[in-house]
């Protein structure tokens, strides 16, 4: 689950009006809401709309009307004072909230069902126990789900042995009910192999990438093969599918499971030299119908993509501060990548891709388990856990959005930039952008300065790769400013998005 922590004081002010034909309903900010809140907005649960708040170890369950008047906010009695990590799976009438918490030297994977009251349903449903010594992390269990939701999977691969590491699953459906829980191996070169990001197909199958590398000698992220891991259901055996790699050399490795055409998607940028430019994508595509890899893709980007993509500097290094940050997918079989140009700086020392990307979470770890991926929707590089960024840095930008179209052999069909220029000191809250996909196309919610002022604007892309810019949205022109990369779709054409007045937090229904 992603958290957001923003200073937020109370705030009596609450209205809608119309701009543009874009109907903004803003909600009461909550009096009882203290400096630092830890929020995450869960959404539209039957005909509420729902937000989980974390005020010190008080949990609550904010839920608002139509109208975005707060209906009630029940307490989360159920929990821990303290939890070690949190994730939030959504249905149409309901929600579980899955708890990671210690108690003594075990540490419990927990489920509860919220009804769209916020409302506990039924007890609390222990998923997973884990005993661990004092000076191990208790940061263990990872959660992920198939794209139907019909399928949770909660994970934890224990690293105490260097060189095997040992993968354990749960598989539950819907209902939570256990329909298998199984373990395997893993054989791991110390230093050398690190594992990519989890993914879950509808029929309960389980997609990694095993990589393999060099962290010696300030060597890291040479990437020089890659192999896809494949855990059917029901079984304890790993599949293994080795790729054909070009000589490139890859970074920012992503895995998306196509459902409808049974397919996994493996994409990445990639650079003709040990920490050279980003010159283009890497795209691989397997079937499970032929057991196979259809295709493989080296996409080199021309001249004129990079002179579009650059905000500043030379056309070559064009795409050197672009990370990728969601891929969607085509019934066709087709896809689009987005990425976007992030940075930071540091007293005036520039963070380029070099100190946050490479090496692995996984690499030289001193606990027992290993928790979580490096890459989920969304994460700036500042924010990995790549032992870079944090209080230090002073400043963050955010820049141009690149979208480009692949066809279902992972041929590219179009490239479209969405210009924008954004930096914030001491925060990233406002920065980067939001996501709604709407039967137009992708479309784009983003802060934007102009003449010394805070604009919020909306522009989309079409299936043709035609970009278009809406009325701009005068977010400051009432006093508030947006955080739409927190942004939740809640229905075919709206979305919640949360955001600030006078330092007050509250959150904001835009219908389009």
């Given at each position: 689950?992603?958290?957001?922590?923003?200073?937020?004081?109370?705030?009596?002010?609450?209205?809608?009006?119309?701009?543009?034909?874009?109907?903004?309903?803003?909600?009461?900010?909550?009096?009882?809401?203290?400096?630092?809140?830890?929020?995450?907005?869960?959404?539209?649960?039957?005909?509420?709309?729902?937000?989980?708040?974390?005020?010190?170890?008080?949990?609550?369950?904010?839920?608002?009307?139509?109208?975005?008047?707060?209906?009630?906010?029940?307490?989360?009695?159920?929990?821990?004072?303290?939890?070690?990590?949190?994730?939030?799976?959504?249905?149409?009438?309901?929600?579980?909230?899955?708890?990671?918490?210690?108690?003594?030297?075990?540490?419990?994977?927990?489920?509860?069902?919220?009804?769209?009251?916020g409302?506990?349903?039924?007890?609390?449903?222990?998923?997973?126990?884990?005993?661990?010594?004092?000076?191990?992390?208790?940061?263990?269990?990872?959660?992920?789900?198939?794209?139907?939701k019909?399928?949770?999977?909660?994970?934890?691969?224990?690293?105490?042995?260097?060189?095997?590491?040992?993968?354990?699953?749960s598989?539950?459906?819907?209902?939570?009910?256990?329909?298998?829980?199984?373990?395997?191996?893993?054989?791991?070169?110390?230093?050398?192999?690190?594992?990519?990001?989890?993914?879950?197909?509808?029929?309960?199958?389980?997609?990694?990438?095993?990589?393999?590398?060099?962290?010696?000698?300030?060597?890291?992220?040479?990437?020089?093969?890659?192999?896809?891991?494949?855990?059917?259901?029901?079984?304890?055996?790993?599949?293994?599918?080795?790729i054909?790699?070009?000589?490139?050399?890859?970074?920012?490795?992503?895995?998306?499971?196509?459902?409808?055409?049974?397919?996994?998607l493996?994409?990445?940028?990639?650079?003709?030299?040990?920490?050279?430019?980003?010159?283009?994508?890497?795209?691989?595509?397997?079937?499970?119908?032929?057991?196979?890899?259809?295709?493989?893709?080296?996409?080199?980007?021309?001249?004129?993509?990079?002179?579009?993509?650059?905000?500043?500097?030379?056309?070559?290094?064009?795409?050197?501060?672009?990370?990728?940050?969601n891929?969607?997918?085509?019934?066709?079989?087709?896809?689009?990548?987005?990425?976007?140009?992030?940075?930071?700086?540091?007293?005036?020392?520039?963070?380029?891709?070099?100190?946050?990307?490479?090496?692995?979470?996984?690499?030289?770890?001193?606990?027992?388990?290993?928790y979580?991926?490096p890459?989920?929707?969304?994460?700036?590089?500042?924010?990995?856990?790549?032992?870079?960024?944090?209080?230090?840095?002073?400043?963050?930008?955010a820049?141009?959005?690149?979208?480009?179209?692949?066809?279902?052999?992972?041929?590219?069909?179009?490239?479209?930039?969405?210009?924008?220029?954004?930096?914030?000191?001491?925060?990233?809250?406002?920065?980067?952008?939001g996501?709604?996909?709407?039967?137009?196309?992708?479309?784009?919610?983003?802060?934007?300065?102009?003449?010394?002022?805070?604009?919020?604007q909306?522009?989309?892309?079409?299936?043709?790769?035609?970009?278009?810019?809406?009325?701009?949205?005068?977010s400051?022109?009432?006093?508030?400013?947006?955080?739409p990369?927190?942004?939740?779709?809640?229905g075919?054409?709206?979305?919640?998005?949360?955001?600030?007045?006078?330092?007050?937090?509250?959150?904001?229904?835009?219908?389009?």
């Amino acid at each position: 689950m992603i958290r957001k922590y923003i200073t937020a004081l109370v705030a009596m002010v609450a209205f809608s009006f119309v701009v543009n034909a874009q109907e903004i309903t803003y909600s009461l900010p909550d009096r009882d809401d203290v400096r630092s809140v830890n929020f995450d907005i869960i959404g539209k649960i039957g005909d509420r709309y729902l937000v989980f708040k974390q005020v010190r170890s008080t949990y609550n369950i904010a839920v608002y009307d139509d109208d975005m008047k707060l209906v009630d906010k029940p307490r989360m009695d159920f929990l821990p004072d303290r939890l070690i990590n949190s994730d939030i799976i959504t249905y149409r009438d309901y929600f579980y909230f899955i708890y990671q918490y210690q108690r003594r030297n075990v540490v419990y994977c927990t489920a509860a069902k919220i009804n769209s009251e916020g409302k506990l349903v039924g007890d609390p449903v222990i998923l997973d126990t884990t005993a661990i010594n004092f000076f191990a992390n208790n940061k263990i269990y990872n959660i992920i789900y198939s794209e139907d939701k019909q399928k949770i999977c909660v994970y934890k691969i224990n690293s105490k042995n260097e060189t095997n590491y040992l993968f354990n699953r749960s598989l539950f459906d819907a209902s939570l009910n256990l329909l298998n829980r199984d373990e395997a191996r893993i054989a791991i070169r110390p230093r050398v192999d690190f594992l990519t990001e989890f993914a879950l197909d509808n029929d309960g199958w389980m997609v990694f990438v095993k990589a393999s590398g060099s962290a010696a000698n300030n060597d890291n992220g040479s990437i020089q093969n890659m192999t896809l891991m494949m855990k059917p259901p029901n079984y304890d055996s790993i599949s293994i599918y080795p790729i054909d790699m070009p000589k490139v050399y890859l970074d920012d490795i992503r895995v998306k499971v196509d459902n409808v055409n049974k397919h996994v998607l493996i994409a990445a940028f990639y650079a003709k030299q040990k920490r050279g430019n980003v010159d283009g994508m890497y795209c691989a595509l397997w079937s499970r119908h032929t057991d196979s890899f259809l295709n493989t893709n080296l996409l080199e980007f021309n001249d004129q993509l990079k002179s579009n993509a650059k905000s500043e500097g030379s056309t070559r290094a064009a795409f050197n501060d672009y990370f990728l940050q969601n891929i969607i997918l085509r019934k066709d079989g087709g896809f689009a990548v987005l990425s976007e140009a992030a940075y930071s700086s540091s007293r005036g020392i520039y963070n380029n891709r070099w100190n946050y990307m490479y090496g692995s979470p996984y690499w030289g770890s001193s606990n027992y388990y290993l928790y979580g991926s490096p890459f989920g929707y969304y994460s700036y590089p500042w924010m990995s856990p790549y032992g870079f960024g944090g209080p230090q840095i002073n400043r963050y930008y955010a820049d141009n959005i690149a979208v480009l179209s692949f066809d279902s052999t992972a041929a590219m069909e179009w490239a479209s930039i969405v210009p924008k220029s954004q930096y914030d000191d001491n925060t990233d809250n406002f920065i980067g952008y939001g996501t709604f996909i709407t039967s137009d196309g992708i479309n784009f919610l983003f802060n934007q300065f102009e003449k010394r002022t805070l604009l919020l604007q909306a522009q989309s892309i079409d299936p043709q790769g035609k970009r278009a810019e809406a009325p701009t949205l005068k977010s400051l022109d009432r006093g508030y400013q947006f955080m739409p990369r927190y942004l939740k779709q809640i229905g075919s054409r709206s979305v919640l998005v949360p955001c600030q007045y006078r330092n007050y937090l509250c959150f904001a229904k835009i219908e389009f």
